[in-house]
């Protein structure tokens, strides 16, 4: 019964987006059912502070970059995988995870959201962004050579969004399909890549209960917590959708909620400095031993 509630919902979903469907008809279906019960709050995180310092530890340099995402931003499994080199400003220290309409993509919230980014994680990024001016930032480990530099083969946001609007109609699922196609090919990361990975680490840590990379953003919501970041900062961190159109269940305290950079960059400094000091300091060390280990290698005799 779950399942075919789930297609059925799934199907209303496709044609909203089309727009064969009006979003006010379809809103009391999608609607129905939210209201079970849900997890505790008051319980334990899937992975504590200590078990991510273990999975650090035995990171190597690619699943630092990659999972780096996840700890510091908090962010879904897949959501790095459509991060573009355009939307990423090492020098002004800002990440912006940005739906991609002209590629039918859109993130979970449906929101766009812009967090800083701390200095243990550029440094991680950094041989993925000094290499190239646009395109996909993370790629599979396949293309990331021995060197430590990836290889890229799109060029830019805008080169991909030609070539999707150039080999398929207009219509919202065609052009999404095209565009994870073509992304594929160009050796983009996926959530399947990410999962992946984590298992790796968690066996490498010794951690062997069923655990996903979800529990990473529980960390990263939990460390919000602790912090005494505002609500609507958390909302805001986390890319939840405040519901600003009106109507049933809507809250129109989001609409006159403005939060400005310099605030969210306080905010979230206090984070790193308060619950997330242990792993921002995990991460700097072995970061540091990595890079060692390259230049070591780099300087020996051939």
């Known amino acids: 019964m779950l399942f075919i509630l789930a297609t059925a919902r799934a199907m209303v979903r496709w044609a909203v987006e089309e727009r ?58 897949a959501e790095p995988c459509w991060l573009m080199h355009e939307f990423v400003d090492i020098e002004k220290g800002w990440i912006d995870y940005r739906c991609i309409e002209e590629l039918a993509y859109r993130t979970k919230g449906r929101i766009d959201k812009r967090l800083p980014i701390p200095s243990a ?8 962004m000094m290499h ?6 993370l790629l599979k480990r396949r293309h990331f050579r021995a060197a430590g530099m990836p290889s890229r ?14 080999a398929t109609p207009k219509g919202w699922s065609q052009r999404s399909r095209a565009a994870v196609d073509l992304l594929k090919k160009h ?32 960390h990263f919501a939990t460390a919000l917590e602790r912090a005494g970041v505002p609500y ?3 909302k805001y961190l986390l890319g939840h959708r405040l519901n600003e159109r ?31 000091a242990k792993v921002v300091d995990a991460f700097e060390k072995r970061l540091a031993q990595l890079t060692a280990t390259t230049t070591a290698a780099h300087a020996a005799p051939s």
């Open 20 to 77: 064969l469907l009006p979003a006010s008809a379809a809103a009391a279906f999608m609607q129905a059912g939210r209201d079970r019960a849900t997890h505790h709050t008051l319980s334990e995180v899937p992975l504590d502070t200590d078990e991510i310092v273990r999975l650090i530890a035995v990171a190597d340099a690619y699943q630092l970059a990659l999972f780096s995402f996840h700890i510091f931003h908090g962010v879904r499994v």
């Open 121 to 128: 994680m550029r440094d991680a990024l950094q041989p993925w």
């Open 132 to 137: 190239g001016r646009g395109g996909l930032v």
């Open 153 to 166: 083969r799109v060029t830019s946001l805008q080169a991909i969004i030609q070539q999707v609007h150039g």
């Open 187 to 218: 050796g983009a990361v996926e959530g399947d890549d990410v999962r992946r990975e984590f298992n790796k680490l968690l066996a490498a840590a010794g951690i062997y209960r069923k655990v996903t990379p979800k529990a990473l953003r529980h």
């Open 232 to 234: 609507y900062t958390r």
């Open 246 to 276: 009106g109507g049933h269940g809507s809250d129109i305290t989001a609409i006159y909620t403005h939060l400005e950079p310099d605030f969210v960059r306080a905010t979230y400094q206090r984070v790193l400095d308060g619950p997330l």
